[in-house]
């Protein structure tokens, strides 16, 4: 079986265990603990989505309960996370009016609605991970401002539509161009809040996986995940993949609206970090994600019993691959090799197993910590920034070993 293919049987197989998997889990009203202080979150429901961890009503923010990364390597429609910037996101979209404009600084300016890019450029289908650069933020030791996020903020998906390469040279990019500034219908409900616009380096935007997508796991994109098409940038921070996606502006220089040149930014310092509580002296943007691994299996406080304990959990970066995941049972004295599971592709979830043999009875702090091929390892303490961004620390997992009966 070919890449796509495995990728093709993985997307279905995991799209039916995890509908499966979400049946009586969650339902609308309930609460659930995200794992820090003044953490739970309700359950809310809205169009096209299970019940949802609401962080915030408007602009409508939803986590994905941390337990649906148990049940599916790909994240279904219903459970991808939702993230807005600005309140005023479209309700009424009608696909044959919607268009997307290139302009700027292009020899054939295009406006093409969602047919016209169905029929003039190549359908191109990708797994990617999509995560919010504030995924774990609430974990954030000192605590900083902003959305107070636990780990849901991330999906891994299947795309499908057209290389932004591919619109860009049927535009015709000038010499010069440096930046593409892009941005959706989604409006702010006040006037002095700056439109959210993020820019992108044309050499990253003329590489061979950024994409215009319109459809996700096979059907046409959520509502709110940026129907009928959105920007879709393979490894990068979910911040630059602009939903509702209308505006494409090609310029000769670097693009300074407030969303690209002072939001998502991090210390520009070896780790991102800085002392806790003082600012930065100079920063530099967040685009490229870093190696993270979860535990999927088990939660904090759970309780099980003594012997065997099989553990399962995911890894990915931004694009290089996993290359190990080792996992410790001991607070980070000792590490064991996981096994990783099927790769679908350099830009998804990899799924990874272990089984320990002579778990006693007792408090247990369980570490995954991964690798990837670039080099990149996860560190053992997180690198404190103002905006809680790009969080990617071994996380501890502490649960209760019983004595079995026998």
């Not at 995911?314 to 990783?340: C, K, M």
């Amino acid at each position: 079986m070919d890449d796509a293919a495995t990728r093709r049987a993985l997307l279905k197989a995991g799209l039916a265990a995890g509908l499966l998997g979400l049946a009586g889990r969650t339902r609308a009203g309930a609460w659930l603990d995200q794992g820090f202080d003044n953490g739970w979150r309700e359950l809310a429901p809205y169009p096209q989505k299970m019940p949802l961890l609401r962080i915030t009503a408007r602009p409508v923010h939803l986590e994905t309960p941390f337990s649906q990364f148990d049940h599916s390597l790909i994240t279904p429609n219903e459970a991808v996370f939702v993230r807005y910037h600005l309140a005023g996101h479209p309700l009424d979209i009608d696909p044959a009016a919607h268009t997307l404009t290139i302009d700027g600084k292009v020899k054939r300016p295009l406006t093409l609605t969602l047919a016209d890019l169905q029929k003039r450029f190549e359908t191109v289908r990708q797994t990617v991970v999509m995560q919010c650069a504030g995924n774990g933020r609430g974990l954030s030791q000192p605590r900083v401002q902003g959305a107070q996020l636990g780990n849901g903020s991330m999906a891994c998906v299947e795309m499908a539509g057209a290389r932004l390469s591919d619109v860009l040279a049927a535009a015709g990019v000038m010499d010069g161009a440096r930046q593409i500034a892009c941005r959706g219908t989604d409006q702010p409900a006040l006037e002095q809040t700056p439109p959210f616009i993020r820019s992108l380096d044309l050499a990253d935007a003329l590489r061979p996986e950024p994409m215009i997508a319109w459809e996700m796991n096979g059907r046409p994109l959520p509502v709110l995940n940026g129907y009928p098409i959105r920007l879709v940038i393979p490894g990068f921070y979910a911040a630059y993949w602009i939903k509702h996606l209308s505006h494409i502006e090609v310029l000769d220089h670097v693009f300074d609206g407030w969303f690209a040149s002072q939001a998502y930014t991090v210390p520009d310092t070896p780790d991102n970090g800085v002392p806790p509580g003082t600012k930065p002296d100079k920063t530099t943007r967040l685009t490229r994600m870093k190696v993270r691994s979860f535990i999927t299996n088990l939660a904090r406080g759970d309780a099980v019993p003594d012997g065997r304990l099989a553990l399962r959990g995911i890894a990915f970066d931004g694009g290089s691959g996993i290359r190990r995941v080792d996992v410790s049972a001991d607070g980070g004295v000792s590490w064991r090799q996981a096994e990783l599971g099927p790769d679908a592709g350099r830009f998804a979830f990899r799924p990874w197993t272990l089984a320990l043999d002579g778990v006693k009875p007792g408090p247990l702090t369980l570490m995954a910590r991964a690798a990837a091929n670039d080099g990149q390892v996860q560190p053992l303490a997180q690198p404190w920034n103002p905006g809680g961004y790009a969080r990617n620390v071994v996380e501890r997992l502490e649960i209760m070993v019983a004595e079995a009966k026998r």
